[in-house]
């Protein structure tokens, strides 16, 4: 500046005035501190923020403080999932850490943890790589007895930066109890299954931070305030589940595997009028608290798996029948014990379970039984003269009306949860000789056990088929709810109140009686009324001889407060019974003594009514 100065008034040659000289001088201090001011603008407006940053960030450290995961509960309040801090996490600054202390602070912690000379070497090693670091994790957790040794040692400053850290865990305390419904969470404490996955968002918890300024070695200033912001804990979440109700189906469930040494089991409990699920449990289940790596175990096969539902079918079809006025429960139908289709090879049979012909009315020159006592008998061939008095079309419209064929709209199912929606074949590849009499009776369509019972429910509340949900409400840290579940009706069927809860009702009462092939599931205290289906398996593209044996109902039934599925997969327990001979696996002496009991279990502990007293003992 001297030099230019010295410059601008040096002797010039007359030529060059003085005042232009001047002018010239000012000019350039002018555009130098027009510079500057445009410098420190940029420095001090315009990268503000830039500055700032770069300054906290090497003045200042960010603790994570974090927030609580919501609670899972039953509607009835007993915790399901909830999340524990217990424990402690060794972690280390090693910014904090003088290079001169590297050593002898690997060394302490090494002694701690009785480890060897080796891994204090290990150690020493990773906390000079890391020097510019302020984190660093030595041990997920560590052993309570050396807890207190570590607590004094960091008290008395041998292990500067070093920190304990209480560790988050997500906790199960009933185990395995509904599982399938809560599911569990991932080592980030992300939901992988159930209502941990499908309501993360909600169970979440927003974490906060505390701001903590430090000096050129990371260590924490004494005497200057941290700036917190608050963690938001997650929601809490209320399953519809009740844990009574809950607790008999895993109580009988056990019950079933022990008897019967099924290769699955699946119980559904369903509030008939809203769909609420009250209690769900499949075979085999899995611990929360110890998911490990048998994904089959943690599958939900109530909605994942479909299966063949044989003649728990046919009351539907048979409603149909019904409701477009081509039959009445009186209205008599021809029975044989065997049928040919024309066009179909194999012909329908009622082999094994033939109606007496003590039961059968002769009506014009022909051996014929009521509608009503066909289907509780569960005669083949007249189901089949049903559906083809109904034709493709009718039969197809009957099922896919009932919502066959489409996922049931479950808050915890959908495609991102495998839920299945189940196999109707289309209208154009139905064939008389074919489909119909295999439709008829249960064949060539699946149906997972959550499809089952919610279009079976259809019957017990008039003709709606409910949307099912497990979620009943969602509640945020402060109160607030956030979400409540209001019965939802998916489709309705069509089908009266007269064709449900006056004809049918009155035969599926008498299913489950000694008339009917669920005999061995009534009881005294209320009427069931239901159907039982008996579906053999397909294996190496064959119908095997295993079965699936299942028995689907609703209780009380003429005033039903629960609708209940159980699905036994493949029976392979030998039981005997009173004479000492082995019970046959059938949908009416696997499955159905277990619905009976859940369902006396279940009302009794809903306290509901029982019925009046039948004139005669049911059952016998």
């Given at each position: 500046m001297?030099?230019?100065?010295?410059?601008?008034?040096a002797?010039?040659?007359?030529?060059?005035s003085p005042?232009?000289?001047?002018?010239?001088?000012?000019?350039?201090?002018?555009v130098?501190?027009?510079?500057?001011c445009?410098?420190?603008?940029?420095?001090?407006?315009?990268?503000?923020?830039?500055?700032?940053e770069?300054?906290?960030?090497?003045?200042t450290?960010?603790?994570t403080?974090p927030?609580?995961?919501g609670?899972?509960?039953s509607?009835?309040?007993?915790?399901?999932?909830?999340?524990?801090?217990?424990g402690?996490?060794?972690?280390?600054?090693?910014?904090?850490i003088?290079?001169?202390?590297r050593?002898?602070?690997?060394?302490?912690?090494?002694?701690?943890?009785?480890?060897?000379?080796?891994?204090?070497?290990?150690?020493?090693?990773?906390?000079?790589?890391?020097?510019d670091k302020?984190?660093?994790?030595v041990?997920?957790e560590?052993?309570?007895?050396?807890?207190?040794a570590f607590?004094?040692?960091m008290a008395g400053?041998?292990?500067?930066?070093?920190?304990?850290?209480?560790?988050?865990?997500?906790?199960?305390?009933?185990?395995?109890?509904?599982?399938?419904?809560?599911?569990?969470?991932?080592?980030?404490m992300y939901?992988?299954?159930?209502?941990?996955r499908?309501l993360?968002?909600?169970?979440a918890a927003?974490?906060?931070?505390r701001?903590?300024?430090?000096d050129?070695?990371?260590?924490p200033?004494?005497?200057v305030?941290?700036?917190?912001?608050?963690?938001?804990?997650?929601?809490?979440?209320?399953?519809?589940?009740?844990?009574?109700?809950?607790?008999?189906?895993e109580d009988?469930?056990?019950?079933?595997?022990?008897?019967?040494?099924?290769?699955?089991?699946?119980?559904?409990?369903m509030?008939?009028?809203?769909?609420?699920?009250?209690?769900?449990?499949?075979?085999?289940?899995?611990?929360?608290?110890k998911?490990?790596?048998?994904?089959?175990?943690?599958?939900?096969?109530a909605i994942t798996?479909?299966?063949?539902?044989?003649?728990m079918?046919?009351?539907?079809?048979?409603?149909s029948?019904?409701?477009?006025?081509?039959?009445?429960?009186?209205?008599m139908?021809e029975?044989?014990?065997?049928?040919?289709?024309?066009?179909?090879?194999?012909?329908v049979?009622?082999?094994?379970?033939?109606?007496?012909?003590?039961?059968l009315?002769?009506?014009?020159?022909?051996n014929?039984?009521?509608?009503?006592?066909?289907?509780?008998?569960?005669?083949?061939?007249v189901?089949t003269?049903i559906g083809?008095?109904?034709?493709c079309?009718?039969?197809?419209?009957s099922?896919?009306?009932?919502?066959?064929?489409?996922?049931?709209?479950f808050?915890?199912?959908?495609?991102?949860?495998?839920?299945?929606?189940?196999?109707?074949r289309?209208?154009a590849?139905?064939?008389?000789?074919?489909?119909?009499?295999?439709?008829?009776?249960?064949?060539?369509?699946?149906?997972?056990?959550?499809?089952m019972?919610?279009?079976?429910?259809?019957?017990?509340?008039?003709?709606?088929?409910?949307?099912?949900?497990?979620?009943?409400?969602?509640?945020?840290?402060?109160g607030?709810?956030l979400?409540?579940?209001?019965?939802?009706?998916?489709?309705?069927?069509?089908?009266?109140?007269?064709?449900?809860?006056?004809?049918?009702?009155?035969?599926l009462?008498?299913?489950?009686?000694?008339?009917?092939?669920?005999?061995?599931?009534?009881?005294?205290?209320?009427?069931?009324?239901g159907?039982?289906?008996?579906?053999h398996?397909?294996?190496?593209?064959?119908?095997?001889?295993?079965?699936?044996?299942?028995?689907?109902?609703?209780?009380?039934?003429?005033n039903p407060?629960?609708?209940v599925?159980?699905?036994?997969?493949?029976?392979?327990?030998?039981?005997?019974?009173?004479?000492g001979?082995?019970?046959?696996?059938?949908g009416?002496?696997?499955?159905a003594?277990?619905?009976?009991?859940?369902?006396?279990?279940?009302?009794?502990?809903?306290?509901v009514?029982?019925?009046?007293?039948?004139?005669?003992?049911?059952?016998?």
């Amino acid at each position: 500046m001297s030099k230019l100065l010295l410059w601008l008034f040096a002797d010039r040659p007359a030529s060059s005035s003085p005042r232009r000289s001047a002018v010239w001088g000012l000019g350039v201090i002018a555009v130098v501190i027009a510079g500057l001011c445009g410098r420190l603008y940029d420095l001090q407006v315009v990268q503000h923020e830039r500055y700032l940053e770069r300054r906290n960030s090497n003045s200042t450290r960010a603790v994570t403080l974090p927030g609580t995961r919501g609670r899972i509960v039953s509607e009835d309040g007993v915790t399901l999932a909830q999340t524990t801090f217990s424990g402690a996490s060794l972690v280390v600054n090693p910014r904090a850490i003088p290079a001169d202390e590297r050593a002898a602070v690997a060394g302490r912690l090494a002694q701690l943890l009785e480890r060897d000379a080796a891994f204090a070497a290990e150690l020493e090693r990773e906390l000079y790589l890391r020097r510019d670091k302020f984190f660093y994790a030595v041990m997920r957790e560590v052993p309570q007895a050396h807890e207190a040794a570590f607590r004094a040692a960091m008290a008395g400053g041998e292990l500067p930066g070093v920190e304990l850290r209480a560790i988050e865990t997500r906790e199960y305390p009933l185990g395995d109890f509904a599982a399938h419904l809560v599911g569990f969470v991932g080592s980030d404490m992300y939901g992988q299954e159930g209502a941990e996955r499908a309501l993360e968002k909600f169970l979440a918890a927003k974490p906060g931070k505390r701001l903590i300024t430090v000096d050129a070695l990371g260590r924490p200033v004494q005497g200057v305030d941290d700036t917190v912001q608050a963690a938001c804990d997650g929601a809490n979440v209320e399953l519809t589940i009740n844990a009574g109700i809950q607790a008999i189906v895993e109580d009988e469930l056990r019950e079933c595997v022990d008897n019967w040494d099924p290769v699955t089991v699946t119980v559904i409990v369903m509030e008939t009028q809203t769909g609420a699920i009250l209690g769900m449990a499949n075979y085999p289940s899995f611990d929360p608290n110890k998911p490990g790596t048998d994904a089959a175990a943690r599958t939900n096969i109530a909605i994942t798996d479909p299966i063949e539902p044989r003649s728990m079918f046919k009351p539907l079809i048979v409603c149909s029948a019904y409701q477009r006025g081509i039959l009445t429960p009186e209205s008599m139908v021809e029975y044989t014990p065997e049928l040919s289709v024309p066009g179909r090879k194999k012909r329908v049979s009622d082999h094994g379970h033939e109606i007496p012909a003590d039961q059968l009315t002769l009506y014009m020159g022909r051996n014929c039984v009521s509608t009503s006592a066909a289907l509780v008998k569960s005669s083949n061939t007249v189901m089949t003269r049903i559906g083809l008095m109904l034709g493709c079309e009718n039969l197809y419209n009957s099922i896919t009306g009932f919502g066959f064929g489409r996922r049931t709209g479950f808050d915890l199912g959908g495609p991102s949860f495998g839920e299945s929606a189940g196999r109707v074949r289309p209208l154009a590849d139905w064939t008389v000789p074919n489909s119909i009499p295999s439709v008829s009776i249960g064949y060539e369509v699946q149906v997972t056990p959550m499809q089952m019972l919610n279009c079976f429910n259809a019957i017990a509340n008039g003709g709606r088929v409910m949307k099912p949900y497990a979620v009943n409400r969602v509640t945020a840290a402060d109160g607030k709810v956030l979400y409540e579940a209001q019965p939802t009706v998916l489709l309705d069927t069509g089908l009266s109140h007269e064709v449900t809860r006056v004809q049918m009702n009155e035969t599926l009462k008498r299913v489950v009686s000694g008339e009917g092939t669920a005999g061995s599931g009534a009881l005294k205290e209320y009427r069931i009324a239901g159907k039982t289906g008996t579906a053999h398996k397909v294996k190496n593209g064959q119908y095997s001889s295993d079965k699936i044996c299942s028995f689907v109902g609703y209780a009380p039934a003429d005033n039903p407060v629960i609708s209940v599925i159980v699905v036994v997969n493949e029976a392979r327990g030998k039981v005997l019974n009173k004479w000492g001979y082995p019970i046959r696996h059938y949908g009416g002496t696997v499955a159905a003594p277990a619905m009976s009991r859940i369902t006396l279990r279940a009302l009794k502990h809903l306290g509901v009514p029982e019925d009046a007293p039948l004139p005669e003992t049911v059952g016998k």
